[in-house]
């Protein structure tokens, strides 16, 4: 058994990433900390892994943490995770981070989004984690960024479009919507039942959500060419899942059958893509609990525009489940080890 660790386990990506690695056959979740719940067991923190786990929340130094696992589950804050990171590197261990830290290759533009970087040396050297486009990368990696939520339901619904030249690039939109547990669980006025409950909004408007660089760094590294965006996010009334809507303009008279085996060819092995049948379309109830992204599109012919519609769960294939991917890969083992639940419906 592999020795894990989350660090930073009272979030909802840690609560989910304890929930799949209490089921997995090759990993033996060892330590999981929290400075907020230090001295509680994870159990009582939350209570859906109540018989799962008898581990004790903790808040340990580098050396503590280094003595207990082997391969860690980075699920700090941006800031944090880029004075954490290099510590477990440098002391031999493999590293999957779920912030931003790492994602972005060009350090300017990070700085540019969210602050001074103090470890700018690590970033050419993570791989970004989207097994889907930079497999054998992930596979040969120490540390691995993992993807954020919005970019990684963005990227898979446009990525053969991208690839075989068949959109105008100047032309995307995307509108996407979340639900709440991508706030995060800290107290916020904004995500408060009553604030959310049967409404509907959008945030983040104009081009100014973080994820907005990510996106388009993996957008132009697919088109091969610089691309700009737009993208608006919304908040669902619901707990987990996003739904994206994507708009492009076509480039050639091409049919819908024709681009659907090129969705077909490019997603055939990948385990977590399912294209959804002609004539239907993605929902975020039917890839709850499961690390799927489901794919599904339609052209306007009025407009000559395509429409491609994806749908993931924020906390499993948009964090969590994305993460352990990952570690599957970069450990050498059967990468859907752990992850092969159906999603929960209803």
């Given amino acids: 058994m592999l020795r894990v660790a989350i660090i930073g386990a009272s979030g909802y990506t840690g609560v989910e990433l304890a929930r799949i690695l209490c089921n997995h056959p090759e990993f033996e979740l060892t330590a999981a900390t929290s400075r907020q719940y230090a001295g509680k067991p994870l159990s009582e923190v939350f209570p859906n892994l109540l018989g799962k786990t008898d581990l004790i929340c903790e808040n340990l130094s580098i050396d503590e943490l280094c003595s207990r696992a082997d391969l860690f589950f980075a699920a700090v804050p ?8 290099p510590q477990l590197l440098e002391q031999g261990k493999k590293v999957v981070d779920l912030s931003a830290d790492f994602r972005l ?5 990070y700085e540019t989004w969210y602050q001074e970087h103090s470890s700018p040396e690590f970033i050419t050297e993570a791989a970004y984690g989207l097994p889907e486009l930079y497999r054998e990368q992930i596979q040969k990696a120490r540390l691995v960024a993992n993807p954020g939520c919005y ?8 990525a053969p479009l991208l690839q075989n030249g068949l959109i105008d690039t ?5 509108d996407s919507k979340s639900g709440t547990t991508g706030a995060g669980r800290a107290v916020s006025l904004g995500t408060l039942f009553c604030e959310v409950h049967d409404g509907f909004k959008a945030y983040k408007v104009g081009g100014t959500h973080r994820h907005l660089p990510e996106i388009e760094q993996e957008l132009s590294a697919l088109s091969k060419g610089d691309i700009t965006i737009s993208f608006t996010p919304h908040l669902l009334p619901i707990a987990r899942g996003i739904l994206s809507t994507v708009y492009a303009d076509l480039t050639s008279d091409i049919s ?14 990948e385990p977590f893509v399912r294209i959804v049948p002609e004539g239907t379309f993605p929902a975020t109830q039917h890839v709850r609990g499961s690390n799927f992204c489901d794919i599904g599109f339609t052209i306007d012919e009025r407009t000559n525009r395509i429409i491609v519609i994806s749908a993931i769960d924020n906390i499993v294939k948009g964090a969590a489940g994305q993460a352990v991917h990952n570690m599957n890969l970069m450990c050498g083992i059967d990468e859907t080890t752990g992850l092969q639940g159906a999603p929960f419906f209803p």
């Fill in 78 to 85: 941006h800031k944090t995770a880029m004075d954490l990171v």
């Fill in 256 to 269: 819908e059958n024709d681009i659907r085996k090129l969705y077909r060819t490019m997603y055939e092995n």
């Fill in 105 to 109: 290759r060009n350090v300017a533009t």
């Fill in 151 to 158: 970019p990684t339901s963005i990227i898979l619904g446009l």
């Fill in 170 to 174: 100047s032309s995307i939109i995307a």
